[in-house]
């Protein structure tokens, strides 16, 4: 159980256009669900945490704007990069929680390059 | 200030022999919780064990088991009898806050990468 999908697992698209991210709770209803992001052989960096029907909380220095959060039901939230440029290319990865239990459960995340 | 600090940018290990991973952690909190991801390759974020910090008892879970010193605020992560399958970016990471509040936010260390050598 607590299976988190993530798709596309791969994009390539070119600058200026947007891209839409999809994460998916499987098996399990998402009281919480965050997005990170992650540059090569570095850590995670929380972009952003959301919950069912409200807006996303985002991290200091995360452009709202720019990177569109919805969570639209209890198993799907979705990132959107609008106006993608190069510099946006990385591993983006998104978790789901649910009540009383401690861990987050990892999507397989996307890795998306902008050319 | 950071809050999870993993001094290991680096580790290698026997296959067969027990390797442990550092972690040590910075909170003013008295309810958190500490957990162990492991990142292969592949990307994904397998979580691996987790210890609260009003749990009595070390966490274990199969090979892994977790090594927590309150007082010295470290709980590092012990794997024994490595496999070559266990090379791969290990991370330790933190949440704060109640415990009843699950679902809020982590905070990951900078992470170690494991061999594990045949």
């Known amino acids: 159980g607590a299976v988190v999908s993530q798709h596309p697992s791969w994009v390539i698209c070119k600058s200026g256009t947007s891209v839409k991210i999809e994460c998916r709770s499987l098996d399990f209803q998402a009281t919480t669900m965050f997005w990170y992001r992650q540059f090569p052989k570095q850590s995670l960096m929380l972009m952003a945490t959301s919950n069912e029907g409200s807006k996303a909380t985002y991290e200091q220095g995360v452009e709202k704007d720019k990177f569109l959060i919805n969570h639209a039901s209890l198993t799907l939230s979705t990132l959107t990069v609008t106006s993608a440029h190069p510099e946006d290319s990385s591993f983006y990865i998104c978790s789901a929680s649910r009540d009383r239990v401690p861990e987050q459960y990892f999507g397989p995340g996307t890795r998306l390059t902008v050319t | 200030a950071q809050k999870i600090t993993q001094t290991q940018p680096g580790m290698f290990v026997q296959e067969k022999e027990a390797v442990t991973l550092d972690c040590t952690y910075d909170?003013?909190?008295?309810?958190?919780?500490l957990f162990w991801y492991k990142q292969p390759s592949s990307g994904e974020m397998i979580f691996l064990i987790y210890q609260g910090s009003y749990d009595q008892q070390n966490a274990t879970e199969g090979r892994y088991s977790l090594n927590f010193q309150k007082a010295r605020k470290s709980a590092n992560l012990v794997i024994s009898a490595s496999q070559l399958g266990d090379s791969a970016m290990y991370f330790c990471?933190?949440?704060?806050?109640?415990?009843?509040?699950?679902?809020?936010?982590?905070?990951f260390g900078a992470g170690t990468i494991l061999r594990v050598k045949s």
């Open positions: 909170t003013s909190d008295p309810s958190y919780g």
């Open positions: 990471a933190m949440r704060e806050k109640a415990p009843r509040e699950y679902g809020n936010k982590l905070v």
